[in-house]
Every structure is written in structure tokens, then in C-alpha cells.
T-cell receptor
């Protein structure tokens, strides 16, 4: 079956612009997660959704970052006024339920010039 | 807080060599432990997992045993292949609060030469 998909696969933007990253989880998966993979910090947890609600946003690095999930399916991670330190690979994962195995998408590689 | 420490790479081996990648962890409660693998140009894939002490996870010839007494989950393979070249991540997930997020090690790059 289809796995987790993310779009775009690559995004180059200028400092100060806003970007939206999309994640399509595996159908039927109720839990959805965003992580960031960067050279300096490794893999970091950003936010998690159970259905459409986000019980834990503590990993979001600043208030320029926000995420939403609609219809218990697709999620969008938005970064406003991008900075060069936002350059990273943004990974989305989903799981059938909270403590089930997390399946990762291929990631969106973001480069802020 | 939770943390995972894994041996720094890169690790370079010849085909059919024995592989060990060390991983130790710090966590409250009784975490589940994972090894994920990232092949070149691909996303993270679950390689194996163990959910309680003394469990052994295994897949594709790789093994790791959950050792509570040494807080370790070392990855081993008896005979590596060129196709095993990838980055390997050790991770944990708590059993109590924050039982939804994975905490990862920094990753270990493995290169296997023919």
C-alpha cells in the first residue's frame, strides 16, 4: 500500500519568505508526527497530532513554526519568515495509534538562502 | 530527560565483516528501543525493535538485544553486504509521559566496500 508521502521533495526559498510543507500519512493512521533532521542537531521531534489536535507542540523551535491537520489526514507545517538556520530535512511520520510503529516519509529538503 | 548515545562514525568495513554499532540510552521508566536505517536518497525505515528487557529484535540479519542492566541496545550483523551501506539511527520511545515521540541518536554512517 501507499506509504507516507511528502511534498515538495525539495524547496529553495529566500530568507524572510513563508513556506508550507505537506504530509499525507498512511490511510487510517490516527497519529502523525513531524521531525527535523539537520546537520548540527540530528533528528529532533517537532510536533505530534492525535486526530486533528496537537497535544504536544513543545518541539517547535519558535513561534514562526506552526502546523495543522485537517480531517484527521493531511498535515501542513508552515514556517513564516524563514531564516537560514531553518535549512534542514523535514520528516513526517504516521502510526496506526500512538504507541505503534512510526512510518516515515521521504522528507522535504528545505534550503533557505 | 531522555537521550540516546551511539558510536560516531563513519564506520567502513569490507564485505562479510562483522558489524557492531554501539547504542546506550538514558530514560525514565521502561522505554521501547528501535534501530532505524536511512539508505542513500531514501527516508527512514524501521529496521528492528524491542519493547522490553532481554527482548531481541532481528531483521535482515541484523540483531539487537535490549539490555536493561547496561542500558544498551547494540546493533550487530555477522556478515555485512555492500547493500547495507546506510546511516543507522538508534532511538527510544518512552512508556509513560511523552510516549509518542522518538528520541534519536546522532546516526552512524556505515560504508561497506566490496
Amino acid at each position: 500500500g501507499a506509504g507516507v508521502s511528502q511534498s515538495p521533495s525539495n524547496k529553495v526559498t529566500e530568507k524572510g519568505k513563508d513556506v508550507e510543507l505537506r504530509c499525507d500519512p498512511i490511510s487510517g493512521h490516527t497519529a502523525l508526527y513531524w521531525y527535523r533532521q539537520s546537520l548540527g542537531q540530528g533528528l529532533e521531534f517537532l510536533i505530534y497530532f492525535q486526530g486533528n489536535s496537537a497535544p504536544d507542540k513543545s518541539g517547535l523551535p519558535s513561534d514562526r513554526f506552526s502546523a495543522e491537520r485537517t480531517g484527521g489526514s493531511v498535515s501542513t507545517l508552515t514556517i513564516q519568515r524563514t531564516q537560514q538556520e531553518d535549512s534542514a530535512v523535514y520528516l513526517c511520520a504516521s502510526s496506526l495509534a500512538v504507541q505503534e510503529t512510526q512510518y516515515f516519509g521521504p522528507g522535504t529538503r528545505l534550503l533557505v538562502l | 530527560g531522555n537521550s540516546v548515545t551511539q558510536m560516531e562514525g563513519p564506520v567502513t568495513l569490507s564485505e562479510e565483516a562483522f558489524l557492531t554499532i554501539n547504542c546506550t540510552y538514558t530514560a525514565t521508566g521502561y522505554p521501547s528501543l528501535f534501530w532505524y536505517v536511512q539508505y542513500p536518497g531514501e527516508g527512514l525505515q524501521l529496521l528492528l525493535k524491542a519493547t522490553k528487557a532481554d527482548d531481541k529484535g532481528s531483521n535482515k540479519g541484523f540483531e539487537a538485544t535490549y539490555r536493561k542492566e547496561t542500558t544498551s541496545f547494540h546493533l550487530e550483523k555477522g556478515s555485512v553486504q555492500v547493500s547495507d551501506s546506510a546511516v543507522y539511527f538508534c532511538a527510544l520511545r518512552n512508556s509513560g509521559g511523552s510516549n509518542y515521540k522518538l528520541t534519536f541518536g546522532k546516526g552512524t554512517l556505515l560504508t561497506v566496500n566490496p
